[in-house]
């Protein structure tokens, strides 16, 4: 992983060319600047798949048993930016039947 890399530079750089035996010489000065980007996390919940980042489940109305969300082994969480995370956040667009449904983590 990068991290937030950036970097100015000042080059000198020497120019020769030889036409009809003469040689000349220039000297160019260029300043290089490299400024990091932040790149966007990427979670991909079925790493198995390399054609897309999704995965689905069925869940059947009045089953007793829980619907896992995800293959826990193939979950695959990246940043180009950083090694490790701090925190994961889950937003839920749909309100819960609190009487027959619930999240665990």
Do not use: C, M, Q, W
Request: glycine share 6%; net charge negative.
């Amino acid at each position: 992983a990068l991290g937030a890399y950036s970097e100015i530079g000042a080059y000198t750089f020497n120019a020769t060319s030889v036409a009809n035996a003469t040689v000349s010489r220039t000297t160019l000065d260029a300043t290089i600047t490299v400024l990091s980007v932040n790149d966007v996390a990427v979670l991909d919940l079925d790493s198995s798949n390399p054609i897309d980042t999704g995965f689905s489940v069925v869940f059947r109305e009045g089953s007793v048993s829980g619907v896992p969300i995800f293959d826990t082994a193939k979950v695959n969480l990246t940043d180009l930016d950083h090694d490790s995370f701090s925190y994961l956040e889950l937003f839920l667009s749909n309100p819960f039947d609190g009487a027959y449904e619930s999240l665990e983590v």
